[in-house]
Each structure stands twice: as C-alpha cells, then as structure tokens.
C-alpha cells in the first residue's frame, strides 16, 4: 500500500502562488522495485460541481511531464525521489483555479504519461485551494 498526503493547500489572491506537496509512505515504498522513484505521478482537480481533471503528471525519474492546456505556463510539476515528494509549483493562480487538488500515484517504469484519473492506483485525501478574485 502507498498513502499520499497532500498539503500546501489554503486561500490566497488571483495573481498570488502557492505550492502543494504530496508526500508518499507507505510499506510498498522499501521494496526497491516499488521504491517511489519508480512510481509516475499526477495531479488533479475538481472544482465544484464539475468532474475530475488532470492538472499535470511525472514520470517516475522527473525526465517528462505534461500538463494540461489550462495551466501550461503557470505551473510547474517537481518530485524529489528522495524525500518521496511531487511538487505543484503554483503561480499567477485565477479565481477559476480554486479546487481541491489531489495528487496520484502508479507505478511505472516507463516513460509514458498517464493523463486520466483511472489510470493511478493510489490518491491522496486532497488539499483545498482557494483563489480570491
């Protein structure tokens, strides 16, 4: 098993940054084959009323990423295989922004790109963000 918790979330103003975090543990992690370096990584979104949407992903070595047409420009995915980490580097964040963003994970050893929520295997609870017109 693998659990991700999101944090960084919280109300800010349009224009304004902010950068989420989600942190992987879990007993799955020790083994070198499932270690998180090995898991590709995404983030989500659902805004109220609306369905879940892909944000941005990661390959599992940080070499490829993709990110939705919306917030190309403005965001910046990282992960830092170390510390069992993805970043959503967020800036020049809108009203429309505001969501809950969710970070998931699978494990993949390939360099493909994983865009659709029903792809990842493991989800995080989700963190709140907030953006004041």
């Known amino acids: 098993q693998v659990q991700l918790v999101e944090s960084g979330g919280g109300l800010v103003h349009a224009g304004d940054s902010l950068r989420l975090s989600c942190a992987a543990s879990g007993r799955d992690l020790g083994a070198t084959c499932r270690a998180f370096?090995?898991?590709?990584m995404g983030w989500f979104l659902r805004a109220l009323r609306k369905a879940l949407d892909i944000v941005t992903a990661?390959?599992?070595?940080?070499?490829?990423?993709y990110y939705s047409d919306y917030v190309k420009g403005r965001f910046t995915i990282s992960r830092d295989n170390v510390k069992n980490t993805v970043y959503l580097q967020m800036s020049s964040l809108k009203p429309e922004d505001t969501a809950v963003y969710y970070c998931?994970?699978?494990?993949?050893?390939?360099?493909?790109?994983?865009?659709?929520?029903?792809?990842?295997?493991?989800w995080g609870q989700g963190t709140q963000v907030t953006v004041s017109s």
């Open positions: 370096s090995n898991y590709a």
């Open positions: 990661i390959i599992y070595s940080g070499g490829f990423t």
């Open positions: 998931a994970a699978r494990l993949s050893f390939g360099t493909a790109l994983f865009d659709s929520w029903d792809d990842y295997d493991y």
